[in-house]
């Protein structure tokens, strides 16, 4: 394999001079003081005559080695670089063809990973990897996450084909973990399929962007692998804060999945109240509750809750939410009464009903019985 690009991939990251050279296979063994005796990992790197050595893979007798000075380099940086060298070589084991793309993805993909051991909120991409990307224009960021089963492996160029197909549009594909994916779509999706800047005027952006989840959400569980997960978010230039998009993006799946469940399209100005309401402490939500609905675990059975959440849906709007569960306007104007009457509150007003809308959330998560 030719480690030339990488080098220079890394030399750019770093700023620091890096060379690729190699030595004897028992010349590294000795250095790094391994034996032959068992089945041990090849040691990773080491210091020696001032400078850090990578061990890159074997080559017949001999070991492929990166080196740079160990005073330009740090402990993170180290570790950083032994990461990135682990990648490569298990995304090229069975793919002896990698495109350059998918190259400089595997490296975000572990800058990613340590950002997150490093337990950092915010953290900019290196210039260079930046550029590589073109991640200085306008993007829609999508994160993807597929419900296939562990075993299941879904190759890079086979889900950005499948893609690429859909948007008829370049886009940016990131593997971030096992079965998540970082997908940053052109910014001209969001103008294809009109005709003329008054459509653009009559569909708002939320609207435009929940389209192309839907849509994408249908193909991908179609053509894809069956079920999966989507969170969208609003276009951003991905240059200085494409690290803190992606947590956001996470955020709002992890939001979407704990308080709808069975909803598989999640959208962050959907998930506001949700959003606060997770702050919230374990106990000042369980008291909140016992302090709200009185013998709530009685009151919420299926046909209530269900009632409820099509009635907060679709605005209070009792005749559109008859409508919605095939039932007659008198049938549910029985139900609510009857709520009122064990509850003491009115969802037909406003203040009650914001109450018991927060209830509904909370009750999903507060593990009761």
């Known amino acids: 394999m030719d480690w030339e690009p990488l080098r220079k991939q890394l030399e750019e990251i770093l700023g620091v001079p890096i060379h690729l050279s190699k030595m004897s296979g028992a010349d590294w063994v000795s250095r790094t003081g391994q034996t032959a005796q068992g089945k041990r990992s090849v040691t990773k790197s080491m210091v020696a005559d001032g400078d850090v050595l990578f061990f890159v893979e074997k080559q017949g007798d001999a070991a492929v080695i990166l080196s740079v000075a160990a005073r330009s380099i740090t402990p993170t940086e180290r570790q950083l670089v032994e990461l990135m060298l682990e990648s490569r070589l298990a995304a090229t084991k069975n793919s002896p063809e990698v495109s350059d793309d998918e190259r400089t993805a595997v490296i975000v993909r572990d800058w990613f990973k340590r950002q997150q051991e490093l337990g950092l909120t915010h953290a900019e991409l290196p210039d260079s990897i930046v550029t590589q990307l073109s991640l200085y224009s306008t993007k829609i960021p ?3 996450y597929g419900d296939y089963s562990q075993p299941r492996r879904v190759s890079y160029k086979e889900l950005k084909k499948l893609l690429e197909s859909f948007f008829d549009s370049e886009l940016t594909l990131i593997p971030l973990m096992d079965k998540e994916w970082l997908i940053l779509g052109s910014e001209r999706l969001l103008t294809m399929g009109t005709t003329d800047d008054r ?6 952006l939320e609207d435009t962007l929940a389209s192309i989840g839907h849509g ?4 991908l569980e179609n053509e894809w692998v069956g079920e999966c997960h989507l969170a969208v978010s609003y276009p951003t230039v991905p240059a200085k804060s494409l690290y803190s998009t992606v947590l956001q993006l996470r955020e709002t799946m992890m939001l979407g999945r704990t308080y709808h469940v069975g909803n598989n399209i999640h959208f962050p100005w959907q998930l506001q109240l949700e959003k606060l309401i997770n702050l919230i402490p374990e106990a000042d939500k369980t008291q909140f509750l016992e ?3 009185k ?5 919420l059975d299926t046909e209530t809750t269900t009632t409820l959440e099509h009635f907060f849906q679709l605005d209070c709007n009792v005749s559109e939410t008859a409508k919605k569960l095939y039932i007659h306007r008198n049938t549910l104007l029985y139900r609510l009464d009857k709520f009122k009457q064990e509850t003491g509150l009115d969802v037909r007003t406003f203040n009650d009903a914001v109450l018991v809308k927060i209830a509904l959330l909370l009750y999903k998560v507060t593990k009761r019985n």
């Open 142 to 144: 999508l994160l993807l």
């Open 199 to 204: 459509d653009l005027e009559e569909e708002c």
């Open 216 to 219: 994408l959400h249908e193909m």
């Open 291 to 293: 302090r709200v609905l």
């Open 295 to 299: 013998r709530l675990d009685a009151v």
